[in-house]
């Protein structure tokens, strides 16, 4: 995938690098949940300590009151969503939606 985002500010209030750095964040997020392959996790408490996502999930299973440890394939598929949600909606939050326009470009890479 490309890095290049254009966005179309109408409005002239959105913070555009802080929109840039939230968007790739869920898309590296989601590429790391959905991911497939010996990199792929089945539970998110599989996740390794040194990676980025670890500390929010640790912190989100917390607050949802999932034991890191203990936790069921259900609890951890919770966790999961509730990781993404909070993502998207940090992403969602940094414009105005009814006037930001995002074109993203996208290169398949075989």
């Not at 790739?24 to 959905?34: G, M, V, W």
Request: proline share 1%.
């Amino acid at each position: 995938m490309t890095k290049d985002i254009k966005v179309e500010d109408q409005i002239g209030n959105h913070d555009l690098k802080l929109f840039r750095s939230t968007y790739l964040r869920y898309i590296a997020l989601s590429k790391y949940l959905f991911a497939s392959g010996e990199k792929a996790i089945y539970d998110i408490n599989e996740i390794p300590k040194d990676n980025e996502f670890y500390q929010a999930a640790k912190a989100t299973a917390k607050s949802l009151g999932v034991n890191w440890k203990k936790m069921t394939h259900e609890e951890s598929n919770r966790v999961m969503l509730a990781l993404l949600e909070d993502t998207y909606n940090a992403m969602a939050a940094v414009g105005d939606k009814s006037h930001l326009v995002v074109e993203v470009k996208l290169k398949i890479v075989k």
